[in-house]
């Protein structure tokens, strides 16, 4: 299994932006399907974004779409998610997430995850 460690997150106001980071070790970064995950208080975890191995192509939640970018460096091992005009709806708790899978958003079907890193924004 991969290990993965983020990094980033914290407080910013409505229409603000953050980076989260990702940083992964023990297994070969590219040959995983990345995937960015959220939970909030008294909700299930929720899937964000996906790239594939090589970085080619992304997918995203419609509730995300033209405001988070996910991205990856394979050379760096590292994931990143850039939210741009954040809104308080997302509030949450912000995982990082590998599988092998190419086309999935099931979080069941991730098999590492992050530590989790708290995203809140103020109105």
């Known amino acids: 299994q991969v290990q993965l460690v983020q990094s980033g997150g914290g407080l910013v106001q409505a229409g603000g932006s953050l980076r989260l980071s990702c940083a992964a070790s023990g297994r070969t970064f590219s040959s995983y399907t990345m995937g960015w995950f959220r939970q909030a208080p008294g909700k299930e975890r929720e899937f964000v974004a996906r790239?594939?191995?090589?970085?080619?192509?992304?997918y995203y939640a419609d509730s995300v779409k033209g405001r988070f970018t996910i991205t990856r460096d394979n050379a760096k091992d590292t994931l990143y998610l850039q939210m741009n005009s954040l809104k308080p709806e997302d509030t949450a708790v912000y995982y990082c997430?590998?599988?092998?899978?190419?086309?999935?958003?099931?979080?069941?079907?991730?098999?590492?995850w992050g530590q989790g890193t708290q995203v809140t924004v103020s109105s």
């Open positions: 997430a590998s599988t092998y899978y190419s086309g999935t958003v099931r979080p069941a079907d991730f098999g590492s």
């Open positions: 790239i594939t191995r090589s970085g080619s192509s992304t």
